[in-house]
């Protein structure tokens, strides 16, 4: 069984530039395709940014791309996403998501909840204006 855990969240101002991570046990990471996820208050789950096993693809939803950078380090078992050029509207819960690719081929990467079968407990990102 897959542990994740997130960590780097926190009160944060408008236009700040924090960098979450999530560290993963108890599996190969390298294993896994990876995903960043956010909830706000209310909401739904959202996608934000997922990457392939050896960082070859990503994708990003339309609302953090150019502002969201997702990366690996398949050596230190990390996900990171740095953020930048943060707004309200990026408040949420942020979570990670991980899946294992090995059969659906180097460069698979999820983008919906219902891909992912492993998931972190969440960081909260506060934006403040």
């Known amino acids: 069984q897959v542990q994740l855990v997130e960590s780097g969240g926190g009160l944060v101002q408008a236009g700040g530039s924090p960098r979450l991570s999530c560290v993963v046990s108890?599996?190969?990471?390298?294993?896994?395709?990876m995903g960043w996820f956010r909830q706000a208050p209310g909401k739904e789950r959202e996608f934000i940014a997922t990457i392939s096993r050896n960082s070859g693809r990503t994708y990003y939803a339309a609302s953090v791309k150019g502002r969201f950078t997702i990366s690996r380090d398949n050596d230190k078992n990390t996900l990171y996403l740095q953020m930048n050029s943060l707004k309200s509207e990026d408040t949420a819960v942020y979570f990670c998501a991980a899946e294992d690719s090995v059969e659906r081929g180097t460069y698979y990467v999820p983008s919906t909840t219902s891909e992912y079968d492993n998931w972190g407990q969440g960081t909260q990102v506060t934006v403040s204006s």
């Open positions: 108890g599996r190969t990471f390298s294993s896994y395709a």
